[in-house]
């Protein structure tokens, strides 16, 4: 082992499936599992003479995007052809944007992590879809044939680069699931990785902490779990290191990433960018979005993501913020902080209890907080889910929590059962919870469970 201290090196590139109605360039519907090759038409599927015509909306949901990464909006963004040979590309080139992509520079802060520069994002079509057949693999090497679908042919496909910014897999996480989160909160795509409406190619080097240059990085194409994304990187990480520990030296290849071995096997070499030998769109005119338009966007947008996290990090910590936010329940804590709840129990309230109409947040925060049954408490929640709820009924149903009334209860319990008193008297204090247990049947669980076990450690210390 050498006693240089490597610094992984980790840069995305994301893409996310528009949720527009119809296809990048033609009128085609999208349909998510419709019938193979029902969704084409002669612009998508390449007929002499058909000419595309760009999607509004989707140039639309770019500009949000790129807006809500704090990117620079193009005036003038230009479509290419990126122009490469595969069964699945039937024009022979794939339309994208090259040299002047609809949103130039710009970033994200991830709450608690750092902030990663945004190179591009821009807008392009998808390929249609390859399903090898046959043979012993049912992989592409080894397959008898293979046959292809032209319905996701077309489908406009927004891909964000991001700069190198990130150096651990944590980073790359974090950074993906707020990215993703942004996107979905936007309503611009599902971002579902496993329905393959969002992919990301992981670009990963090492260099040696305090190196400031890039060495030759792998390419993990088309990775679609956070899981494998997390553990392709680590893989990728291991293996460079221990190649230059060796003493080798590397090469800018693709991988693809076998999660069953846990190895990465190169893929082929990377094509310089060169080899798709780009050229501007003969047949599209350039992008040119009206500045009042992006005006509007940009104050439509809702409070993003990353935000809020950091907003309820004051109150909670980066974590429970990240998780609130993630899980879509914040609004909700912060609801029952409103109106006095506090913040740690109104963000476990949230989590546990957030099936409730947001308009009872006031009624259940005042329940929560007064000493009301158990049961009281699950019939206000279970209640808020369907409809409005006052909470006075609830409240009237307070918990008994007077001494006097469970004293003689808890005396009762100790004495029939000696056995549990002298196990817990004999350091098994777990034994408390079958105490608690007893005095609340007793009560019908109208007991304070705060009072009883106070009174119970009492007496029972004895
Ligand atoms: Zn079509």
């Known amino acids: 082992m050498s006693s240089t201290e490597w610094e992984p090196v980790i840069g995305l590139e994301v893409h996310a499936h528009l949720k527009t109605r119809t296809k990048m360039f033609c009128r085609c519907e999208l349909a998510y599992g419709a019938g193979e090759n029902t969704r084409t038409c002669p612009v998508c599927l390449a007929h002499p003479g058909a000419l595309p015509v760009p999607n509004r909306k989707a140039i639309q949901y770019t500009i949000e995007l790129g807006l809500a990464l704090g990117c620079e909006i193009s005036e003038r963004a230009i479509f290419a052809r990126k122009n490469y040979f595969y069964p699945d590309l039937p024009k022979g080139y794939q339309i994208s944007q090259y040299e002047a992509p609809l949103c130039g520079p710009g970033a994200l802060d991830v709450p608690g992590g750092v902030r990663v520069g945004i ?118 990480v291991r293996e460079q290191i221990a190649a230059y520990d060796r003493g080798e030296t590397l090469e800018q290849s693709t991988y693809d990433y076998d999660p069953d071995t846990d190895r990465l096997t190169v893929h082929r070499s990377k094509e310089e960018a060169d080899d798709y030998r780009y050229f501007p769109e003969p047949d599209l005119v350039p992008v040119a979005p009206p500045a009042d338009l992006v005006e509007r966007l940009r104050s439509g947008l809702p409070e993003l993501p990353g935000a809020r996290i950091e907003r309820l990090a004051e109150h909670l910590g980066v974590e429970s913020a990240s998780q609130l936010v993630s899980t879509g329940n914040d609004a909700k804590a912060e609801a029952f902080a409103a109106h006095g709840v506090e913040w740690k129990a109104a963000a476990a309230l949230a989590m546990n209890r957030g099936d409730f109409l947001p308009e009872n947040a006031e009624a259940l925060a005042r329940i929560v907080q007064a000493n009301v049954t158990r049961e009281a408490l699950d019939e206000a929640f279970a209640a808020a889910a369907s409809g409005p709820i006052e909470a006075d009924p609830y409240l009237a149903q307070t918990a008994l929590g007077d001494e006097s009334e469970l004293g003689p209860v808890i005396d009762a319990i100790l004495a029939a059962n000696p056995g549990q008193v002298a196990t817990y008297r004999g350091g098994k204090e777990g034994v408390l919870g079958f105490f608690v247990g007893a005095v609340m049947r007793e009560t019908q669980g109208k007991a304070d469970p705060k009072v009883v076990n106070r009174l119970l450690r009492e007496k029972l210390r004895g």
């Not at 008898?144 to 700069?163: A, C, K, M, Q, W």
Request: proline letters at 3%; charged letters at 30%.
């Open 119 to 236: 190179t591009r994002a821009h807008l392009e079509e998808d390929a249609a879809k390859t399903v090898h057949a046959g043979g012993a693999t049912g992989r592409s090497v080894g397959a008898d044939y293979s046959l292809v679908d032209f319905n996701r042919g077309g489908t406009p496909l927004l891909e964000i680069v991001s700069e190198p910014d990130l150096h651990s897999a944590d980073d790359a996480d974090r950074f993906l699931r707020l990215l993703r989160q942004t996107i979905v909160e936007l309503g611009i795509s599902d971002a579902e990785m496993e329905k393959g409406t969002l992919r990301a190619d992981v670009n990963v080097s090492v260099r040696p902490r305090g190196e400031t240059g890039f060495r030759p990085r792998w390419e993990l194409k088309n990775m679609n779990s956070f899981t494998f994304i997390r553990r392709g990187i680590e893989a990728a």
